[in-house]
């Protein structure tokens, strides 16, 4: 029962200070739901429930259909278009910032990556991927979505899901080379999740391959009927239940492929009608608990403790970010442009708060940098949401008061 109540709770608090952070402080909705958990926590108000098997199970759920949704919205085809300035682009800057992350932790906070080394690298590249969704809103907020700048921009962050996945699937690996495992044992959980691996990523293809076969046929079965809900559901199901089949923490990936093949099994058209009822499903009815139980692990104590650490892993992240775009993209968007694309390439929390609550849940990292780092991702959203939106606002007036709004005094980067 009190599940129930927590839920209306939560609900309510969703709703409202989500709305309001949403509309005003152009923040993900989700931010809410973690702050109102780690308050719960803080308070130790419904520390039971949010134990029990119930909540855990709506909580996982919650991340499946998240990371769901994630794969719906990525677009292969334009992963293909893109050319390797791009891909080199976000290879460097995830990795500068990845690098200089996982420094500080494996020198100066090593109790808090187990000693070691490749944790400490993945804790540092998993946050240094992108949040495409709100580059994408800020984008769309000026017009710049369809040109250069906005291109090149989402085009990182689309990329930088496909990069995101291969880091989940490493970290899902590392726990068979843990110290406890005999090196038969661990060798034979290695294969066996590359052999899941492969299954998954091959299903995603065959489906590919035969889906302009099965979207001539769903082209058939009227709009409004029950079978295309329940086939698109039929997909993600078979794909989570053979995808964790010998091992759990594959769910995750499992996720996300079932949503890019959703993509090519059934028309574009189909898939945007029930798009909106499946964002629903998974960010506003089984998406919360999920974010509730990252709030509600972490301590605020340890936030109290380590405010350094905080401040430090921004630091790295924003300085990064903005140095190595601008050495990259100086010529081809000029040196202010370049220095704003830095500041935006610093929008997280996606898949990144994924492989971070894995590293956690796995014994692999400790709960004061655990907390720190997902202190980090919420402290950051209103400092690069700001300096972005104003970055391009100046941008554009720079070049339009004195010179009219013709199409000289745009710039190039500003073009389509």
């Known amino acids: ?144 979505e369809k040109t250069r700048f906005g291109q090149l921009a989402l085009g990182i962050g689309v990329f930088d899901d496909i990069f995101e996945i291969l880091v989940l699937s490493i970290i899902i690996a590392l726990p068979a080379f843990s110290v406890s495992a005999s090196q038969g044992e661990a060798w034979n959980r290695a294969i066996g999740i590359v052999i899941s691996l492969a299954a998954i990523i ?82 506003m009815f089984l998406g919360p608990f999920f974010f509730l139980s990252i709030g509600g692990s972490m301590s605020f104590s340890a936030l109290l403790s380590y405010p350094l650490l905080i401040l430090a892993i921004m630091a790295i992240s924003v300085l990064a970010r903005t140095l190595v775009s601008y050495l990259l993209f100086r010529k081809l968007l000029g040196s202010r442009l370049s220095v704003v694309m830095g500041i935006g390439l610093t929008a997280k929390f996606s898949t990144s708060v994924i492989s971070e609550n894995l590293l956690f849940t796995s014994g692999m990292i400790a709960q004061p940098l655990y907390s720190a780092l997902m202190a980090a991702f919420i402290l950051l959203k209103p400092i690069i949401i700001g300096g972005f939106s104003k970055g391009l606002a100046i941008t554009k007036e720079a070049h339009t008061e004195f010179r009219g709004a013709s199409s000289e005094a745009i710039p190039a980067a500003f073009k389509d």
């Not at 119930?54 to 996982?60: G, N």
């Not at 995603?204 to 058939?220: A, N, P």
């Not at 996720?255 to 093949?261: D, K, L, M």
Request: with cysteine.
């Open 1 to 144: 029962m009190e599940i129930f109540l927590l839920f209306t709770v939560l609900a309510l608090v969703v709703i409202t200070f989500g709305y309001f952070i949403n509309k005003y402080l152009k923040m993900p909705w989700m931010f809410t739901a973690v702050l109102f958990g780690m308050i719960l926590s803080s308070f130790g108000l419904f520390t039971d429930v949010m134990k029990s098997q119930e909540f855990l199970f709506l909580s996982k759920i919650g991340m499946f259909f998240f990371l769901f949704t994630i794969g719906l919205d990525l677009d292969l085809s334009q992963i293909r278009k893109l050319g390797g300035y791009i891909i080199a682009g976000n290879v460097l800057l995830t990795l500068t910032e990845g690098l200089l992350i996982a420094s500080l932790l494996y020198f100066v906070f090593p109790v808090f990556v187990s000693h070691s080394i490749l944790v400490a690298l993945l804790c540092g590249i998993a946050f240094g991927t992108v949040g495409e969704v709100i580059l994408l809103a800020i984008l769309k907020e000026f017009g710049l």
């Open 202 to 283: 091959g299903a995603t293809i065959l489906l590919s391959k035969v889906g302009k076969l099965v979207q001539k046929q769903v082209m058939k079965v009227q709009g409004n009927s029950f079978v295309l809900p329940f086939m698109i559901f039929m997909v993600f199901f078979a794909f989570l239940y053979f995808g964790t089949l010998g091992f759990e923490n594959l769910g995750v990936v499992a996720a996300i492929f079932a949503g890019i093949s959703v993509n090519h099994l059934f028309p574009e058209k189909v898939v945007e009608q029930y798009k909106k009822p499946i964002f629903f499903v998974g960010n």
